[in-house]
Nanobody, 119 residues
Framework: QVQLVESGGGLVQAGGSLRLSCAAS????????MAWFRQTPGKEREFVAR????????NYAESVKGRFTISSDNAKNTVYLQMNSLKPEDTAVYYC????????????WGQGTQVTVSS
């Protein structure tokens, strides 16, 4: 069984930084890409950033471009999200997800990690 475990969330002041980690255990070859999503109460889960395992190609939501950086360590099966210049509106539960290489659906999810940015 493949599992995703996030870590690195916490409380930070506006303007600060945090780095989230997502470690994948088990066989991950069927996941062509990994992504970060976030969700706040009463709202739908929204896409934050995505990276492909093979080429390291990335894409970002407009709201985080220039502030967040997604990266991967293929040897460790780990994906990171470096978040700089954090804003109160970045407060959410952050989830990492694996994208199925056949269906292109995000069908593997971590348990989530809370990020709270105080003003």
């Amino acid at each position: 069984q493949v599992q995703l475990v996030e870590s690195g969330g916490g409380l930070v002041q506006a303007g600060g930084s945090l780095r989230l980690s997502c470690a994948a255990s088990g066989r991950t070859f069927s996941r062509s890409a990994m992504a970060w999503f976030r969700q706040t109460p009463g709202k739908e889960r929204e896409f934050v950033a995505r990276i492909t395992w093979s080429s390291g190609s990335t894409n970002y939501a407009e709201s985080v471009k220039g502030r967040f950086t997604i990266s991967s360590d293929n040897a460790k099966n780990t994906v990171y999200l470096q978040m700089n210049s954090l804003k109160p509106e970045d407060t959410a539960v952050y989830y990492c997800a694996g994208q199925n290489s056949i269906t292109y659906k995000y069908d593997l999810w971590g348990q989530g990690t809370q990020v709270t940015v105080s003003s």
